[in-house]
């Protein structure tokens, strides 16, 4: 089966705005802030102006960013038309400094978030509950590269808590 964004829809609720100027308290609890902060970071990018960035269009929202889960961060993307017009309008956009061909971090970002939804993982807590090599083998069928899908999860666990986040 082949990623294909924005072929599906995603509901979500959202939550009042409590937009707080301290930077991601709640990450190590947040899926959707863990996920961007670790495809950055196995990237070797600095996550800290995309997940501002996430944070600010949130807010825009009338949602707060801290509470967001997989379902509320794919609902972004399907908001902004995919992963290209995400990195544009939400993300660290590079396409100036890369090759048109060149993979940008939202399509990874999306690519996950989509597995994990499929898997029924919304939150840190229901990451825990679920098969990695079943994980593993739907990031595959849906055209992840296989070399990233580990230290992407070994990152998102609970056990890796966001450090040096500021």
Request: proline fraction near 6%; include cysteine; hydrophobic fraction near 35%.
């Amino acid at each position: 089966m082949q990623h294909t964004p924005g072929d599906r829809r995603y509901t979500c609720g959202t939550a009042p705005s409590h937009h707080r100027e301290a930077p991601m308290p709640d990450a190590a609890d947040n899926l959707a802030l863990r996920l961007l902060d670790a495809v950055h970071r196995t990237r070797g990018v600095d996550p800290g102006i995309v997940t501002d960035r996430y944070r600010a269009y949130r807010a825009a929202q009338g949602a707060d960013a801290g509470h967001d889960g997989i379902r509320a961060l794919l609902r972004t993307f399907e908001e902004t038309g995919g992963s290209a017009q995400w990195a544009g309008k939400v993300g660290h956009y590079r396409r100036r400094y890369s090759p048109e061909d060149a993979p940008i971090a939202a399509d990874t970002v999306e690519l996950a978030a989509d597995v994990l939804y499929r898997h029924g993982v919304d939150t840190v807590d229901d990451l825990a509950g679920t098969d990695d090599t079943t994980l593993a083998d739907d990031w595959q069928r849906a055209g992840g590269d296989p070399a990233v899908w580990q230290p992407l999860l070994d990152a998102l666990r609970p056990a890796r808590a966001l450090s040096g986040v500021a």
